[in-house]
């Protein structure tokens, strides 16, 4: 069993050295560990640090053409969204949607909020309470704007899922299963448990196996969420990318 397909890899479109390498360096990785396809999902509008910016999609979208020639490895151009508020607002507008063939959204930090309560009770709440266990509150707070962005924009994968951002994980892994939405098992981190794990896969929610590449060499890195599918005995069938390519459709109702 091969993943065939990486959705989650920054370049230096993720401003300020956040991202490493160019598009056609991520592409030509992909290829030599064979890859058929990857994504380029630098991160959202709104991250005052590592953003990339609307201008540049244009840029990106030659780039990739050009790394597809030269590399033969299929390249879709996408973004890693930020959740905003906590009535689900990501970092997209609506005329972005045609710019942009696959949608990413995670939680981050260092983030433009909606509005001042949202800094406070989405940002700032999960930025201090990290070093505490999270009160029910939080993890409220956190899951309903999660399902609300799920049930209001054209996401195709959640991103590491409960990193920095506790969530009811089971709640929003059936919201998406619900709106055809994929979780992700991040190669770098898996912040849910493994019986978490377990009780999704048993509920038929699909995954997808990402690297979380912020250089090239990256690209393709993801043993630590292969071995927890083998580990734990999750059906192949749910992992969208392993052995087979996945279908996206931003525009879904």
Known sequence: MIILGDYHTHT??????????????????AANKGL??????DHGFNHWLFGV???????IREEILNAKEV?????????????ISLNGDIDLREQDYESLDIILMGHHNLIRHETFKDCMKLGLANILGGAFSPSKDRINRNTTAFLKAIDKNP?????????????????????????????????????????????????????????DA???????EVNRAVNKIFQLNIPISLVVNLDKLPKFNKKRN
Do not use: W
């Open 12 to 29: 230096k479109y993720s401003r300020n050295g956040h991202g490493k390498g160019t598009i056609l360096e991520n592409a030509s990785v």
């Open 36 to 41: 058929k396809q990857i994504a380029i999902t």
């Open 53 to 59: 910016r609307r201008k540049e999609l244009p840029e």
């Open 71 to 83: 590399s033969g490895v299929d390249i879709l151009l996408g973004v890693e969204a930020n959740l």
């Open 155 to 211: 996401i195709d994968i959640i991103t590491h899922l409960n990193y920095g951002c506790p969530t009811d994980t089971l709640a929003v892994a059936k919201m998406a299963k619900q709106k055809g939405v994929l979780v992700e098992l991040n190669g770098k981190r898996i912040n849910f448990s493994d019986k978490e794990l377990e009780i999704m896969a048993s509920e038929g929610v699909k995954f997808i196996i990402n690297s």
């Open 214 to 220: 912020h250089s090239p060499e990256r690209v393709g």
